[in-house]
Antibody, heavy 123, light 107 residues
Framework: QVQLVESGGGVVQPGRSLRLSCSASGFTFSSYGMHWVRQAPGKGLEWVAIISNDGSNTYSGDSVKGRFTISRDNSMNTVYLHMNSLRPEDTAVYYC????????????????WGQGTLVTVSS | DIQMTQSPSTLSASEGDRVTITCRASQSISRWLAWYQQKPGKAPKVLIYKASSLEGGVPSRFSGSGSGTEFTLTISSLQPDDFATYYCQQYDRYPYTFGQGTKLEIK
């Protein structure tokens, strides 16, 4: 069965960096696009970024563009979210999620989600 | 960016009721819309994709309809497990965007 397990969350000071990881199993990781979505405490869902199956195409949301970078290592079945210049408003649970397609040109919906990892940006 | 607006924000209903949640897009998204269910402390789960296609394993009491800018999610007969928050999401163009959510509460 598909499993996505996020890690790397924690408390970080404003302006610092953090790298989230998402380890995948139960499917052919290199065939599918992957997403990151976040949810601030008590708030709704915000789509963050997508990466195609081979890593050749990425896209990020406006609020993180230029600060966050999505990447993947298909040999490790892992997708990453590199977060720089963190702000208090980046505080959220971060979910990784699988796309049902390769997302080579465009992504689709999110068919499997991990359990999330909490990032708290505070001094 | 495409704005997604859900209504109502909160819905009170009883077991057995038929309920409908609406999602409106700020511009046409064809049928590139998904619906998710989220329970407290849990990850979202996809219910419907491409506006009306039921994800595998999702009960048939859930259905979706619409195209262009207006979409609906209908639950034909509410079960206790259905009380949760529901989100729509457009995947017509980047950045993908979610509605603000509809909390379905027990009346």
């Amino acid at each position: 069965q598909v499993q996505l397990v996020e890690s790397g969350g924690g408390v970080v000071q404003p302006g610092r960096s953090l790298r989230l990881s998402c380890s995948a199993s139960g499917f052919t990781f290199s065939s599918y696009g992957m997403h990151w979505v976040r949810q601030a405490p008590g708030k709704g869902l915000e789509w963050v970024a997508i990466i195609s199956n081979d890593g050749s195409n990425t896209y990020s949301g406006d609020s993180v563009k230029g600060r966050f970078t999505i990447s993947r290592d298909n040999s490790m079945n892992t997708v990453y979210l590199h977060m720089n210049s963190l702000r208090p408003e980046d505080t959220a649970v971060y979910y990784c999620a699988k796309d049902p397609t390769s997302a080579t040109r465009d992504g689709h919906y999110l068919d499997y989600w991990g359990q999330g990892t909490l990032v708290t940006v505070s001094s | 960016d495409i704005q997604m607006t859900q209504s109502p924000s909160t819905l009170s209903a009883s077991e057995g009721d038929r309920v409908t949640i609406t999602c409106r897009a700020s511009q046409s998204i064809s049928r590139w819309l998904a619906w998710y269910q989220q329970k407290p402390g849990k990850a979202p789960k996809v219910l419907i994709y491409k506006a009306s296609s039921l994800e595998g394993g999702v009960p048939s009491r859930f259905s979706g309809s619409g195209s262009g800018t207006e979409f609906t999610l209908t639950i034909s007969s509410l079960q206790p497990d259905d009380f949760a928050t529901y989100y729509c999401q457009q995947y017509d163009r980047y950045p993908y965007t979610f509605g603000q959510g509809t909390k379905l509460e027990i009346k």
